[in-house]
């Protein structure tokens, strides 16, 4: 069976309100490098190429593209701008996909996923048609009803992670239907249109930066 080419949609389309910053989270320096620049290098770094597709706001494209040709990083890459939401920002880069293809959809802001995890992920993908990462809560999980709360079995639940990688023709698909605002992952689209969903083992420091104090945190790690 041919090998297919692989493909990363980092997701870097946000506005980076809840970071209350002038700036979008995603390019903010830390260690001298926008996180982006941190999130797409771990992509270079893998055993086989990676075409790189980045998602940025309309508002802040030149500057990505001028940060990109000042400090001679990624001469070649597409770069759809972000939509309304997440469902339509991965909807605009997923034209820029070749058929027959393997793709991580990743967000811009998870610099700390590792090359080894990466290649795991893409590997279970292909063979699986989605792979997803998963992790199991460590806290105790309540559900919230109104004034009320309830327990919950924490065996069964997980924590969705992203690279979320895709053989292309599932993806494909999947983003055909319309948009529906539970849709808030690439896994919840596919499962929409009919797939089953394959949870792998994710990265328990595979984390999300959001918030002043996930910022503090990369600080910490990447300066």
């Keep these: 069976m041919d090998v ?13 309100s809840r970071m209350g910053s002038d700036i979008p989270k995603q390019f903010i320096s830390i260690g001298g490098k926008p996180l982006l620049r941190h999130t797409i290098e771990k992509f270079l770094s893998l055993s086989f190429p990676v075409g790189i597709i980045v998602v940025v706001n309309q508002e802040w494209k030149q500057w990505w593209k001028d ?27 997923l034209q820029y996909l070749p058929d027959d293809s393997v793709v991580a959809v990743h967000d811009g802001v998870r610099p700390f996923v590792s090359a080894d995890f990466l290649e795991k992920m893409f590997a279970a993908g292909e063979e699986m048609g989605n792979a997803i990462p998963a992790v199991a809560p460590v806290e105790t999980v309540r559900e919230v009803s109104g004034p009320d709360s309830y327990i919950l079995k924490r065996d069964d639940i997980r924590l969705i992670q992203t690279p979320q990688v895709f053989r292309s023709e599932v993806i494909k698909a999947a983003y055909k239907l319309p948009y529906d605002p539970k849709f808030t992952d690439d896994a919840s689209v596919a499962e929409a249109a009919g797939y089953r969903i394959n949870l792998v083992e994710g ?3 595979n984390v999300k ?15």
């Excluded at 001679?72 to 997440?86: H, K, Q, V």
């Excluded at 930066?209 to 300066?223: G, M, N, S, Y």
């Design 209 to 223: 930066i959001t918030t002043p104090e996930d910022l503090e945190i990369a600080r910490l790690w990447l300066d």
């Design 67 to 93: 940060y990109c040709r000042d400090y001679d990083f990624l001469e070649r890459y597409a770069i759809p701008s972000g939509g309304i939401t997440r469902f339509h920002s991965v909807q605009n880069a």
């Design 203 to 205: 990265l328990r420091y």
């Design 4 to 16: 297919r080419k692989k493909y990363a949609i980092i997701v870097a389309g946000g506005s980076g």
